[in-house]
């Protein structure tokens, strides 16, 4: 793998990947990132990689629902590997917005995997990465395993399994050779303040009300981004050609239990000015539509047969997490009101 191409790599998990493989991993090589740079695609949180890995770090600003311009960039940088990342990802998003989510999680995908198909003679890897939303919700019992049938519940779901499939058929029409993982809930740094913990977080520091879905007995298996970044770069490396992996964080929690969790560090971290606790600013709100029960992972085959597990507990993640949020307010501000969108516009038009 000498010239990798992620898509995708100015949002939250992108991010954290790419820093990972450039600071942290045993790569070598050259990064292509390629963002159409969204509402959630954000540049600044790279400013850094850009200056001290310019040898190593390209950023091109391009639509992967363009197929012209990723074939353009395929022979430009001698594309290699693709780990793709670029996805619409959010539930509510994709209630009110539904073709958007066609557009970039299934057209874009395939956009990619006929670029990919008509260089195969050079591919080294074809990794997606997925979600476990796709296989539907579980009852108390049980865990998603790489045999699950699908039953997604939501258009971001369903966008997300048409998507696997299309990589996956790939694999077995074209022999690309692919890889697919499908991770659970992430969190850490870096992430848009959309999502459960960091909207959780940021409110909470301002002593803001914190917004939970129906009765907040939902259950998600809590993934840190460094974990998923690090059992990515484990599958593109020693992943079997064909294979689909599942990433856990062995972190099975229901939400409300995370919001309490998060006033409590916050509460013993940063005091709100009248010392009131912050699971006063609990709000419980209305349910969204077909809001999966729960999920959670089981990774066995990732671990058995890649020897990969997770390093951070769900209390250390949050805490670092809370940590960097606290360190990185600014940041934080700037993407909340949006401003960071006009830094952009003036950079890359």
């Given amino acids: 793998m000498e010239n990798i191409l992620v898509t995708g790599g100015c949002g939250f998990i992108g991010t954290n990947f790419i820093r990972y493989l450039l600071k942290e991993s045993d790569f070598t090589g050259r990064i292509v990132n390629v963002d159409k740079l969204t509402y959630a695609g954000n540049p600044e949180s790279l400013t850094d990689i850009e ?38 990802s959010h539930v509510d998003r994709s209630i009110l917005k539904p073709d958007a989510f066609i557009q970039t999680n299934i057209i874009g995908t395939f956009n990619l995997l006929e670029s990919a198909r008509s260089r195969r003679h050079q591919m080294i890897r074809f990794h997606h990465i997925s979600t476990d939303e796709v296989y539907g919700s579980l009852g108390e019992k049980g865990y998603f395993t790489e045999t699950t049938p699908y039953r997604p519940n939501s258009p971001y779901s ?14 077995k029409t074209y022999g690309l050779p692919i890889t697919i993982s499908n991770c659970s809930n992430n969190y850490g740094p870096y992430q848009f303040p959309e999502k459960l ?6 409110n909470a520091i ?17 993934l840190y981004v460094r974990d ?3 059992a990515i770069w484990t599958i593109m490396k020693r992943g079997m050609t064909g294979e689909t992996y599942n990433i856990g964080g062995n972190s099975e929690m229901e939400n409300i239990v995370i919001v309490e969790m998060i006033c409590d ?19 419980f709100v209305t349910d969204r539509p077909g809001h999966d029960r729960r999920y959670a992972i089981d990774f066995t085959k990732l671990s058995r047969e890649l020897n990969w597990a997770p390093e951070a507990s769900l209390e250390s993640g949050i805490r670092d997490t809370i940590q960097w949020y606290l360190d990185n307010l600014k940041w934080a501000d700037r993407v909340k009101s949006g401003e960071y969108l006009s830094w952009v516009k003036k950079q890359y038009g």
């Fill in 206 to 222: 301002e002593g803001k009300p914190l917004p939970v879905y129906g009765d907040g007995r939902n259950v998600r298996d809590w």
């Fill in 51 to 88: 200056t001290d890995y310019q040898d190593r770090y390209i950023f091109i600003k391009a639509d992967i629902c363009d197929g012209k311009r990723i074939d353009e960039i395929f022979d430009e940088f001698q594309i290699d590997t693709v780990c793709h990342l670029a996805a619409e």
């Fill in 197 to 202: 913990i960091p909207l959780i977080v940021l």
């Fill in 265 to 283: 560090i916050l509460d013993k971290m940063s005091p709100l000015s009248d010392n009131r606790p912050r699971k006063d600013l609990i709000a």
């Fill in 228 to 230: 998923h970044c690090t």
């Fill in 158 to 171: 369903a966008s997300k399994a048409s998507s696997d499939h299309w990589v996956r058929a790939y694999y």
